[in-house]
């Protein structure tokens, strides 16, 4: 940055989910070390979140980096909810505030900084694009928006041209066509299967379809796109996102000592996992994860624990206690425990980074949240696929189809055991898994050039900071 233009000053709201969380702080450490002013804006139930598994009491999740000189101030505001209220179970309603309410309760928060007169002026909102408001409110307080996309270019590409899905028939109509979509810009083709859920339903009068459909009007306003994904992987989607709008990829949004982070980013307690998988052999345990978010039907929970036990592979499993729902938080089968003996671990929630990076660790049966592919692949593991909503089918299609990187585990519901039991096989020791190893190695490659000095991520950063600071 240049030393005699002023310092810029953003406001960074963070989506309250723990796929965006995590790299939204990462980022907004990332743009304080290159010399930004960052007010991060956290909701309070986040913020509890973090800081009561800490159990330290923090007033503020930057305290631990601020002494690097890093200038981040921080503010909590509610989504519209009591603290305490279980938005995992409710999820409608949680969204709805995030549609309805959310917004004030922000435009209150920035209205007190811009009024406050800081130093630095506040000159940009950096903003999650699934909010539907920082578009209108960075306008009607003259500052810069910047949507920060925390999934892929290829999935902000078939949002942002939602209405060409519609007019071609693959969206929102009735009797939609089947046949591979090819006029998007910058997709040669993807097939009706491989969109996001949202895409692929028939009814779209859902909160999180008004959510999509109104934060993809406003990020047409957005002066800038960030978004978390690597240039080398997404090419052509990214030159042709660039004739739209000035987009930038600067992922993977990670600390530089990827599995410490120096500052909390888990939104549950981490049980550890490591004394257990430093007694395995090398690539010999398969991680299961299904991410923060998504629910699964009891019935796939239980095959899923029936093909685990099947297959006779060590594995650790992050069983979320509402990962079937709140109200049951003891979905396994009671035989489970006794037919695994000893070779698998079943923690609530870990430290999936450190998890990834452990060198017993040969495979990953994953939901595909970007977030997980991306760590995936920067730790070399392969990936088995068994996406569950939003954009995780469309991640399956890159991780499978594209990259090679992993395989699928089903195009159908319900998932069996006996295919589950012998995916994971194949995955793991399998005649083609050397295969995707090989392919994940390059895939890994790519991820690591693109991160150091002089990297394409690096650079597009710089050519950010440079854009905003004209
Ligand atoms: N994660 C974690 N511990 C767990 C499970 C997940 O730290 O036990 C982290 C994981 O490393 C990733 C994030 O939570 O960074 C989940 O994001 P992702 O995009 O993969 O899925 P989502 O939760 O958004 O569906």
Redesign the pocket.
């Known amino acids: 940055m240049d030393s005699s233009s002023p310092k810029p000053h953003a406001i960074l709201v963070c989506y309250p989910?723990?796929?965006?969380v995590?790299p939204t702080i990462h980022l907004a450490i990332k743009l304080a070390r290159k010399g930004f002013t960052i007010t991060f804006i956290n909701t309070q139930s986040t913020h509890t979140q973090i800081t009561r598994k800490s159990g330290d009491g923090e007033e503020d999740i930057f305290s631990s980096v601020r002494g690097q000189d890093l200038d981040i101030r921080y503010i909590t505001v509610s989504d519209g909810l009591p603290v305490n209220f279980d938005r995992s179970l409710n999820h409608d309603q949680f969204m709805a505030c995030l549609l309805h309410v959310f917004s004030a309760h922000v435009e209150e928060a920035l209205l007190k900084i811009v009024q406050s007169k800081v130093d630095p002026p506040v000159s940009c909102l950096i903003a999650d694009s699934f909010f539907v408001f920082p578009g209108k409110l960075a306008k009607k307080y003259g500052l810069r928006y910047i949507a920060f996309w925390t999934e892929t270019a290829l999935v902000f590409t078939l949002y942002y041209h939602l209405h060409l899905l519609k007019l071609h028939g693959h969206f929102d109509c009735i009797g939609m066509r089947e046949d591979p979509i090819d006029y998007i810009p910058g997709v040669k083709s993807i097939k009706p299967k491989d969109l996001m859920s949202y895409v692929q339903e028939t009814d779209t009068t859902s909160v999180c379809h008004h959510i999509i459909f109104s934060a993809f009007q406003d990020v047409r306003n957005a002066d800038f796109i960030l978004c978390n994904t690597v240039q080398e992987l997404e090419p052509e989607t990214i030159s042709a996102l660039q004739i739209e709008k000035p987009f930038f990829a600067i992922g993977p949004i990670f600390p530089p000592e990827f599995a410490t982070s120096g500052v909390a980013t888990?939104m549950?307690s981490?049980y550890e996992c490591t004394q257990w998988l430093d007694m395995q052999q090398q690539a010999n345990v398969l991680y299961v994860?299904f991410?923060?978010?998504?629910h699964i039907t009891k019935n796939d929970l239980i095959e899923i624990a029936y093909g685990l036990a099947l297959s006779k592979v060590s594995f650790v499993w992050?069983l979320r206690p509402d990962i079937v729902s709140s109200d049951d938080p003891n979905p396994l089968p009671e035989d489970f425990k006794g037919e695994i003996s000893g070779r698998g671990l079943i923690?609530p929630?870990?430290?999936?980074?450190q998890v990834l990076t452990h060198s017993a660790i040969g495979g990953f049966l994953t939901?595909c949240?970007?977030?997980?592919?991306l760590?995936a692949i920067w730790c070399g593991v392969p990936l088995l696929c068994f996406p569950l909503l939003t954009d995780?089918f469309t991640n399956r299609k890159l991780v499978v189809d594209d990259w090679k990187i992993g395989l699928n585990l089903c195009d159908k519901n319900p998932v069996s055991k006996f295919e589950i039991s012998e995916k994971i096989q194949h995955l793991m020791f399998g005649e083609a898994s050397d295969g995707y190893r090989n392919e994940m190695q390059k895939a890994k490659e790519t991820l690591a050039n693109a991160s150091r000095g002089e990297g394409s991520s690096d650079k597009n950063l710089d050519s950010f900071i440079s854009s905003v600071c004209k």
């Not at 949240?369 to 592919?373: A, C, F, I, T």
């Open positions: 989910l723990q796929g965006h995590i888990s549950c981490e994860s991410g923060s978010y998504a992050v923690v929630w870990c430290c999936q980074k939901h949240g970007w977030n997980s592919v760590e995780q």
